[in-house]
């Protein structure tokens, strides 16, 4: 797997993996007609339907792109992210300074706000008990995605 | 004048594997084999057990020294994972081309011949295809592309096997020479179509190559093998046979489907049909003794009434075990015809594929097993194949909502449903 490959050169810069790719066209829209259109009186309440809220719309801008972990430990908890927490990730977007970002390192999972500044790159936890990742020579920095959201449930006391 | 048609065929690498490698990177360059239900024998291989030797469909047991030597990974089929992985790459592709047909739960082919100079040619949009898909999934992909289906197959073929073409080949970009060279090189049997039994008799008319068959007489082959390997003959030569959706008989897979007399435009219409193609695609399952993992369901739109609003979607549901069960095979196609159903459209075509196929005879006991509620469903099964075969098909149906029993299947080292699941999520720290 290699979908965003960060490798420290002689200065730790970031730089996504070589990409041989065309610029996006412009997107062509095809807009769907997704009335059926009937010769009467059209329904005064079409207009007006409302379909409701949807915590998917909320959460989700790219369904395809978009994956669920599960939280364990407090290395985040300064960021409001806790154990036990659902975080959104989403993979089509390219990570940037500052961005919570779910990263593997040693082949494992981890969670951490990225830090990428003047030539320094970290992953840094939001708990003064953890220190921060910092990629030196010869580590490589894998983003497996970019977390866009996080969901906490509290148990239901009936 | 319209475009030549221009096909291309995007696959997944060694799509189990590559599902099982995106939520446990560690397992990146480790030897690994997917094996099928009841955990019998390997039906998807990395390239490393590949290189090791193991054929597709060897049995566990016979690879257990192999795998202790050499560190081999076994996962049982995680078919809920796949499913969903499928799903997300069809999704991706729908952006790139509105006339695309699914073609097994890790193939597609589209139509590109309108669209692809908007991303500057044939092979940029394939790469961006295939950047995109590995980006947004994980999972990495080859796209081969051609004039006709059989030749974008082939393509995909050398794609994935010749490190030249950086996963994305283009049959349209070389020079006739060149063409004729490449399939001077490939073996005959790898042609769409061309199973082991004909490769056989080809070989004796010395016929070896892809290239001695897109030479061979189209009239000959029909007169000695009937008009699926003519028309493939014809394929070769780049004129096209294939639509869309005309398929050739799939594998690892079971399809019934068909068009309507009237177009269709109610959910109940599409349910009803969806229920009688299901139950005789599981009938036909039952009868080679093979079980599902899952099922796919599509809705078409007359493609070829411009004036009518289009809609064309399809979608993996996977079962929470492979089963031959009608009941509990059509629940899972009509909730997959209910995600998928838009009101307003006129409805030419639907159908149903049964996918991630295994052999339903090794099934072993397990813990989990309900012998008493399997028992009751095949005999239930038996005696609805048999009623049907006495008074015609379709005299015993399911009623279109059925619970299902359901079985447990062996599944001993399953990876978590990562994407289906809310107590499977992945765990970070």
Redo the contacts between chains.
């Keep these: 797997m290699q979908p965003l490959l960060f490798r420290r050169r002689q200065t730790p810069t970031l730089s996504q993996i070589p990409l041989d790719v065309p610029q996006e066209p412009v997107a062509f829209e095809i807009r769907l007609l997704l009335h059926r259109i009937s010769a009467g009186f059209p329904s005064p309440a079409a207009d007006y339907a409302e379909e409701g809220l949807d915590l998917n719309d909320y959460l989700v801008r790219n369904k395809p792109a978009t994956f669920m972990f599960t939280v364990k430990g407090d290395s985040m908890i300064g960021a409001g992210i806790e154990e036990g927490d659902k975080v959104v990730v989403d993979r089509a977007l390219t990570p940037k300074h500052d961005d919570i970002v779910l990263a593997v390192v040693d082949g494992e999972y981890t969670i951490k706000r990225l830090y990428r500044h003047q030539g320094r790159v970290e992953l840094r936890p939001e708990n003064p008990a953890y220190s921060p990742i910092v990629f030196t020579e010869g580590i490589e920095l894998m983003v497996w995605g970019v977390v866009v959201g996080v969901v906490r449930r509290y148990p239901f006391r009936g | 004048m319209a475009a030549a048609p221009q096909f291309a065929l995007v696959d997944v690498n060694n799509f189990y594997v590559s599902c099982e490698?995106?939520f446990k990177?560690?397992l990146?360059n480790t030897p690994l084999v997917v094996l099928s239900n009841n955990d019998g024998c390997a039906v998807a291989r990395s390239n490393e057990v590949k290189a090791l030797g193991v054929k597709m469909g060897m049995p566990w047991f016979k690879m257990k020294d192999l795998a202790r030597q050499h560190g081999i990974q076994a996962y049982s089929s995680n078919y809920a994972l796949y499913g969903d992985m499928s799903?997300?790459?069809t999704?991706?592709l729908r952006d790139y081309s509105?006339d695309l047909e699914v073609y097994s739960i890790d193939e597609s082919f589209l139509r590109i011949e309108t669209v692809a100079h908007?991303?500057?040619g044939a092979i940029?949009m394939g790469?961006?295809m295939r950047?995109r898909i590995?980006?947004?999934?994980?999972l990495p992909v080859c796209v081969g592309i051609g004039p006709t289906k059989t030749l974008a197959k082939f393509a995909n073929h050398l794609a994935k096997k010749n490190d030249v073409f950086n996963g994305v080949c283009d049959l349209h970009a070389m020079t006739r020479p060149e063409r004729l060279e490449w399939m001077w090189g490939v073996e005959v049997g790898e042609v769409w179509g061309v199973g082991s039994r004909i490769r056989k008799r080809l070989a004796g008319m010395g016929i070896d190559t892809v290239l001695d068959l897109r030479n061979a007489s189209p009239k000959q082959m029909r007169a000695q093998f009937g008009v699926v390997i003519e028309r493939t003959c014809n394929e070769l030569r780049g004129i096209s046979c294939l639509e869309l959706e005309d398929v050739m008989p799939p594998k690892q897979q079971i399809m019934s489907s068909r068009s309507f007399g009237a177009t269709v435009e109610t959910i109940e219409e599409l349910r009803e049909s969806v229920a009688s193609y299901l139950a005789s695609a599981a009938e036909k399952l039952r009868r080679q003794n093979s079980v599902a993992g899952a099922v796919y369901v599509f809705v078409l739109t007359n493609r070829f009434k411009e004036d009518e609003?289009?809609?064309n979607a399809g979608i993996t549901v996977p079962m929470d075990d492979a089963t031959d069960d009608t009941l509990a095979l059509t629940s899972a196609a009509l909730r997959g015809l209910a995600a998928i159903f838009?009101?307003?459209f006129r409805y030419k075509k639907t159908g149903v594929m049964l996918t991630l196929l295994s052999d339903k005879g090794a099934r072993q006991a397990t813990l989990f097993d309900d012998p008493v509620a399997r028992a009751k469903s095949e005999k239930l099964m038996a005696a609805m194949d048999a009623i049907n075969r006495e008074f015609g098909r379709g005299t015993l149906r399911s009623g279109a909502s059925g619970v299902a029993q359901r079985w447990a299947m062996r599944a001993g080292n399953r990876s978590p449903r990562?994407?289906t699941r809310?107590d499977e999520?992945?765990?970070?720290?």
């Design positions: 490698r995106v990177p560690c990146e799903n997300r790459v999704s991706i509105p908007l991303y500057g940029p790469q961006q950047h590995k980006q947004w999934t994980g609003p289009q809609y838009r009101p307003g990562y994407t809310w999520l992945p765990v970070v720290s």
